[in-house]
Structures are given as C-alpha cells and as structure tokens.
C-alpha cells in the first residue's frame, strides 16, 4: 500500500474551517484515500474516504487532486471536540487482508 | 445502531498468565480485524477474518497469540503466558465484505501486565 505523509501537528480555531493536507504520491490507480480520527482513548473513527472524485458527507469533505498525489480533508467547522490525531491512509480496494495501515497522523488542535 | 462491542474494556493481569479478549462485530458485517496500539504508537494489524475464509494470520508476533471468529460473528483473541510487551490497547474492527468499505471500529481493551 502507498505511503502517505502529514504534518505532525496543525492548530485551527474554533468555528474556522480545519485542512488537513495528505501526500500520497506513489498512490496506484486502484488505491483509495480513507480518513480516520481518533481522539483520546477512543478507536479510531472512520470519516471519509474516495478514489478519485471529491467527496462529502455530513462530518466532512474530501477533495483529492486530479492526479491523485495528494487530498486534503476539510472540516467546515471546527469544533473543540474535533481535537483529535487525524490518520490519512492509502488501501487497495482489492487487497486480499484489507487491513488499514495506520501512519503517525496529524494531530489537530482546535483552540477556542 | 450498535456499534463494534469490545470486553472488557480493561484488563490488569500477572505476568505468565493466559487473557481472553473478546469482540462482538456490527451485525452483517463478514470481515473482522484485530489491531493493537501501542502507547504513544500507531495501529498494528495483528489479524484478518473474512466469511469462512482461512483467516490472515501474518501479524500476529508469536505463537502466543491466537484468535478464533465462532459462527462468523463473535471473536476471541487469546494471548498465553502474557508478557510485559504484550501491554497494549487491542482494538477490532469489522466492515462489509467489500473491501472498498470503511472499518469500523471499537474502543478496545486496554491490557496491563504486570
């Protein structure tokens, strides 16, 4: 499955729309991008994922670049309680395990 | 709807001895994932059913853990003779057969050993 690279860290405020950026340059064209979040001692919550277009849903949007190197996962409005470590994972649909490769991640602060 | 059951939800045991975690998945759910995270680390995929499927085995890190899925529903991983490493928080998750499905998953069992 294809590496990905995030920030380690990002802050946002409260209210502002958080991006998180993701780069996935050696993505294959049967991959997808999945977004999980975990927050403190909780599993990991699945969010979003897609191959190729943009997607929304009603926690948050995927937008992935047209060659596909890279997406960013917008929450429109942050809130306090989506402090949490943000995974972006690359997977084959088709892969015989399937299971999730999980990454160090983004940690997002969302300040009041 | 019910979510991804794990129990317990916390385990302290002695050194040597044998633990059994269980997991009950979201209901149609045929695929069923053991995880464990470290502290401070990241995911580690441990094992992988599918249906009646011969399970993926490939992560787990020794012959001391195992793990059975009875009837295709509930499952139980099984760790002998723990050891100190072996503290963790195991997780599982559970997803349609698709494998372009999302995982879904539980809050864990956080392990101790003592």
């Known amino acids: 499955d294809a590496k990905t690279t995030q920030p380690p860290s990002m802050d946002c405020a409260e209210g502002r729309a958080a991006n998180l950026p993701c780069n996935h340059s050696t993505i294959s064209g049967n991959e997808y991008v999945y977004w999980y979040r975990q927050i403190h001692s909780q599993g990991p919550q699945y969010i979003i994922h897609g191959l190729k277009n943009n997607e929304t849903n009603e926690m948050a949007s995927l937008i992935i670049t047209e060659d596909r190197k890279s997406s960013t996962l917008i929450l429109p409005h942050a809130t306090l309680r989506d402090t949490a470590v943000y995974y972006c994972?690359?997977?084959?649909?088709?892969?015989?395990?399937?299971?999730?490769?999980f990454g160090q991640g983004t940690t997002l602060q969302v300040k009041p | 709807g019910a979510g991804v059951s794990q129990s317990p939800s916390n385990k302290v045991t002695e050194k040597g001895k044998d633990v059994e975690l269980r997991c009950d998945p979201i209901s149609g759910h045929t695929a069923l994932y053991w995880y464990r995270q470290s502290l401070g680390q990241g995911l580690e995929f441990l094992i992988y059913?599918?249906?009646?499927?011969?399970?993926?085995k490939s992560g787990l890190p020794s012959d001391r853990f195992s793990a059975e899925r009875t009837g295709g529903s509930v499952s139980t991983l099984t760790i002998q003779r723990t050891q100190q490493e072996d503290s963790a928080v195991y997780l599982c998750?559970?997803?349609?057969?698709?494998?372009?499905?999302?995982?879904?998953f539980g809050d864990g069992t956080r392990l101790s050993i003592l």
């Open positions: 998750a559970s997803s349609f057969r698709d494998r372009n499905q999302p995982q879904h």
């Open positions: 994972i690359v997977r084959v649909g088709s892969s015989n395990t399937g299971k999730l490769i």
């Open positions: 059913f599918q249906g009646n499927s011969a399970p993926d």
